[in-house]
């Protein structure tokens, strides 16, 4: 049996199924696109794809950058805050810190203590006034001796035969002259009777005469010789201790010669009163009179002082220290003061009612002359002063400070009149 079918007319039914079958089919093998479509669909997905990614590291780079340029700024505002820190604290270290003190109206114990030396009243080195070999010494150093006793005697031989050649040329020139009395007396007995010419009895008489001068001066170099024979016993020329002895048995003694100077044999001084030669300023000069009293202390005798009296002084400032040389002399009969020592000389000093003390470690010595540095307004003024009382640690000044002054202590010798300062500490002037 053959079916015979109208596809003409059944085109619809056709295409429905036609479709069906493959909307059921599709599913199940996928229709495949040709290559072309594919490399063109390619480049499109990988852009879209790079496009976050490009995004992202910029993003990462700006960041960086940001923090870059805060790393950088905070730096240059640290540096900046840090410089400015420095310059402040250097600003602060340059202005010098300064103790200060206020002066007192209390005056100083009216009276100076100035340093001097002690000296022996009569010190002399003993030299020989004849040459030869020390025979013999009788005292050392540390011994006191008294005037006209013999100290040392010395050897002469030379001294010895010269004296004996000289009292021979004596007695021979004597001789002679006894002689020529002799003669001239004949001769002039003989011209009374016309014996002799007068020339001859004048020849006879000068004769003598010149025979006499011969004979004294055989005498006077007996003497001069007996006077450097003397010389052999050295003697002490006045009371004292001697100090030092310079020679011993057997040494040459050379009593000098042109060209070259003695040695010294011994030294004595006479310390039965002490002199002390004190330089004095001449701001202390009008209280030194003479005659008045002046008292010595020792460091060796605390709390003891010996009484002395000003026995001259030079009457004239020395220009170059600005002194007056004063002697005071001290009695030391027990010999407790020994020539050379360091003393303090006290003198008493006028008063001065209007003054001011301060310490003396505030006074600043300047070409223009003496000056202390006072604080005010914090600025430095360098105030001229005079001193009146110098006591040591202590000075009196007679003008130029206030009692409410800051005045500067241990100050530096660049301090300069106007610099300003920072005041550290304030102390107070211990009571004089």
Known sequence: MTIRTNWRSMPNELNTTTTSHTAVAEPQNPPRQNSAQQDSASPNSAAAASRPRISRVWIAVVLVAIALIVVIIAGILSRAGAEHALRERTEQSSILTVAVTHPLAARLTPEVALPGNTQAFTDTPIYSRTNGYLKHWYFDIGARVRKGQLMAQIETPEIDQQLQVAQADLKSAQANLNLANTTAARYQNLLKTNSVSKQETDQATSGAEARSAAVDASMANVRRLQQLQSFENVYAPFDGIVTARNTDVGALIDAGSAGSSPKELFHLAAIGQIRVYVPVPEVYASDIKDGATAYLTLDEFPGQAFQGVIARNSSAIDPASRTLNVEVDVPNAGGKLLPGAYVFVHFKT??????????????????????VGVVRNGRVHLVPITITHDAGSLVEIRSGLQASDQVILDPSDSLAEGQEVHIGAQKTVAQP
């Open 350 to 371: 006028s008063t001065h009612p209007n003054g001011f003390t301060v310490p003396s470690n505030t006074l600043l010595f300047r070409s223009e002359g003496l000056r």
